[in-house]
């Protein structure tokens, strides 16, 4: 069993970068997918990004060439780097873990068993 502990997060303008983290304990990292979602007020929670233990990595089309999703095995932790934002991906930003997921469900939030506790970040226009 995995426990997520994230990090970073903040109030930051249009244009401006952050770093969010989210570090893994109690089990053996590499043997996990590890994404990010979000979710805006009155939202459903969204994929944004993840990585599987193979190195491949996904992102949703929102957010591809501004958000990177990296993870460092030797910390047990994944990271999200955002650049560019824009106040549309204000949201509360969650990690997730899973052990098991298949290829065509790593976009299901559904689908993912482990689960960080959450943090906001807000985009000033």
């Known amino acids: 069993q995995v426990q997520l502990v994230q990090s970073g997060g903040g109030l930051v303008q249009a244009g401006d970068s952050l770093r969010l983290s989210c570090a893994a304990s109690g089990d053996t990292f590499r043997n996990y997918a590890m994404a990010w979602f979000r979710q805006a007020p009155g939202k459903e929670r969204e994929f944004v990004a993840a990585s599987r233990n193979t190195g491949h990595t996904y992102y949703a089309d929102s957010v591809k060439g501004r958000f990177t999703i990296s993870r460092g095995d030797s910390k047990s932790t994944v990271y999200l780097q955002m650049d560019t934002l824009k106040p549309e991906d204000t949201a509360v930003y969650y990690c997730?873990?899973?052990?098991?997921?298949?290829?065509?469900?790593?976009?299901?939030?559904?689908?993912?068993?482990?689960w960080g506790q959450g943090t906001q970040v807000t985009v000033s226009s």
């Open positions: 997730a873990a899973d052990r098991g997921i298949i290829l065509s469900s790593i976009r299901n939030p559904t689908m993912y068993d482990h």
